[in-house]
């Protein structure tokens, strides 16, 4: 699967750069702050705090509404009452003495318009209480008000005692991992059995993927066996046994799929929307609407490694291809998406997430929010609003660790920021939770519900083993700090296929943290990135050099070495070596 770095744009020195377990989301001080100034002053703010707490820290999201005269730049300044920290914030920079906070915009977002409002969000550590500011202040304007007494939001005296409502008309739930075991599937599970070792997670819930049209109906292929959409289905039901069970399917088949990528090409050629639409998502539909009213929750995982690409990948970037100039050019991703979403979302038990990439390919400033408002404009296309996204979707496939505890990009070693360093490299972020609680934020303040979830792909990034770092690196200088204590082991965070050193990650659970719905194996453990040496094949596939470990690189990932595993299959295939190390570095450890 492509899997590519921001290009090296900017820098202020660079030239170039089962789940079963519950959560419970603690909803904290809500404060609403207005202006009290005449009618005819030319600023004036309001400013929404929201805070989720979970005792030692919380998450905050903060909406500045402008109701003054448009501004182009903005700070917002407050003191925190306490003795609150915060430790990582998206959607904008800032600073912090003592109890005193300042945050600007990440320039992206430095525009708001009069009645126009941006988001921006923060994590923080504290002890004691965790009250809420008193008063914000907008490019030094005071936002004056209250802090709202009641810090339960619902109004209703007499609240729902059901801890799942379902204000959804079709009938869908709010998080559809909640209440509900997962689908094993089968195939994997036999895979994963065979090996040594393997019947420690042989039982974990895994993602179907439909990577073909023949898939749909069962091709006998080694990614799928001889069970098609409908047999998993029927397996699914017989799993469920009555009770709500979330079944994952991966809807993988655009037109021109993966144009920065050949492992995991795939039959349709660029202009092929119509077969898309025609024989494989209909066909899918058409199969799920037969199990719309069972206890089946379909989660549906919509084409990974597309959208993002038409970002990073186009003309004007280093990392440009022609491939994926075409289908900007073209607009069948936007359109696929668009379509798969409107027709798959018809289905009353469907839960679509769209595919977000990650921190390690959309993290930086000027893919970030481009990224997020292609994003939208694909699921306002081919019959589908923003409705149709229950959610989206981060790491899918990918290597990217979950959270890093010893660095992050608010640090300076010896006076240079942690973001300078040769492996952050200027990123906004260094994990994928911390990427994506900020996404969801931003993709919020682009238009989709504020209800959205994200769900995280932990199948291959739990990096431990002997060589997982137990603290910071030496402080000597700041690329030391960062390598020294990154848990994350690849060679460049570009890179893909096949990982040597990958371990295998948290285990599928339910709503982890605030705004993530769920850690998924979205990717089955031990199926083949791509093959290391060119393989001939009717499903497709091209030889990718990232899947090679002696090739030395390109501009998508720094010019450094694939770190790719030996002797891989074709992508999809099973790939017996890369399973074990994925057992023998398993962080959280198996027991």
């Not at 009641?150 to 609240?159: E, G, I």
């Not at 001939?536 to 990232?546: A, V």
Request: proline content about 8%; aromatic content about 8%.
């Amino acid at each position: 699967m492509s899997r590519i770095p921001r290009p090296a744009t900017s820098g202020p020195s660079r030239a170039r750069r089962g789940p079963a377990a519950l959560s419970a989301l603690v909803v904290g001080t809500a404060l609403a702050v207005v202006p009290a100034a005449p009618a005819n002053a030319d600023a004036g703010c309001a400013v929404d705090y929201t805070v989720d707490d979970w005792g030692s820290g919380f998450t905050a999201n903060v909406e500045i509404t402008n109701l003054g005269d448009a501004v182009d730049g903005w700070t917002l300044d407050w003191s925190f009452p306490g003795n609150q920290q915060v430790t990582n914030l998206w959607n904008g920079t800032h600073t912090q003495s003592g109890a005193d906070v300042s945050v600007s915009d990440a320039g992206y977002n430095a525009a708001i318009a009069t009645d126009g409002s941006v988001s921006f969000g923060f994590n923080a550590s504290y002890s004691g209480s965790n009250a809420a500011p008193l008063a914000f202040e907008l490019n030094g304007v005071l936002c004056d008000g209250a802090v709202d007494p009641d810090p339960d939001p619902d109004p209703d005296p007499d609240p729902d005692p059901d801890p799942d409502p379902d204000p959804d008309p079709s009938g869908r739930v709010d998080n559809p991992y909640v209440g509900a075991d997962v689908y094993v599937n089968p195939v994997w599970s036999a895979n994963a059995a065979a090996e040594p070792g393997g019947d420690a997670v042989a039982d974990e819930p895994t993602g179907v993927w439909l990577d073909r049209i023949g898939a749909i109906e069962g091709n006998d292929s080694p990614t799928t066996g001889d069970m098609g959409l409908r047999d998993h289905l029927d397996e699914a039901l017989e799993q469920a046994g009555g009770d709500p069970l979330v079944f994952q399917v991966v809807i993988y088949n655009l037109p021109g799929r993966d144009c920065a990528a050949l492992a995991s090409n795939g039959e349709l050629g660029p202009d092929e929307i119509d077969r898309y639409k025609n024989e494989y998502i209909d066909p899918i539909a058409d199969i799920l609407a037969d199990y719309e009213d069972t206890e089946l929750r379909i989660v549906a995982t919509i084409e990974i490694d597309s959208l993002p690409n038409l970002v990073t990948n186009v003309s004007g970037r280093p990392t440009a291809t022609p491939e994926c100039d075409e289908m900007l050019a073209n607009g069948n991703y936007i359109e696929g998406v668009g379509y798969a979403l409107a027709t798959l979302g018809a289905v009353d038990n469907v839960y679509n997430y769209v595919d977000a990439g990650h921190h390690g390919w959309i993290g930086w400033d000027d893919n970030f929010g481009p990224s997020a408002q292609l994003f939208y404009q694909a699921a306002n296309a081919a019959g589908a609003t923003p409705d149709d996204v229950h959610g989206f979707i981060a790491n899918t496939a990918n290597y990217s660790a979950l959270k890093e505890d010893h660095f992050s990009v608010d640090q300076t070693i010896g006076g240079v920021p942690v973001r300078q360093s040769d492996w952050v490299d200027w990123n906004r972020y260094v994990d994928e939770l911390g990427f994506a609680q900020a996404l969801r934020q931003e993709l919020v303040s682009q238009g989709f519900s504020s209800d959205i979830g994200m769900l995280i792909d932990t199948s291959r990034n739990g990096w431990g083993g002997p060589d997982r770092p137990t603290g910071p690196g030496p402080e000597t200088d700041v690329n030391a700090y960062v390598d020294g204590g990154r848990y994350d082991r690849r060679v460049n965070p570009g890179n893909w296929c096949n990982q040597a050193g990958a371990g295998l990650g948290e285990r599928p659970q339910t709503a982890p943290e605030p705004g993530i719905d769920a850690y998924v194996w979205m990717k089955p453990p031990g199926e083949s990135d791509g093959s290391s040496e060119f393989i001939d094949n009717d499903e497709g596939k091209g030889f990718d050099r990232m899947c090679d470990p002696t090739y030395e690189g390109n501009v998508r990932n720094g010019n450094s070495m694939s770190g790719a595993l030996p002797d891989a299959p074709v992508a999809g295939h099973w790939f017996s070596a890369q399973f074990q190390e994925l057992l023998d570095n398993a962080y959280p450890p198996l027991d």
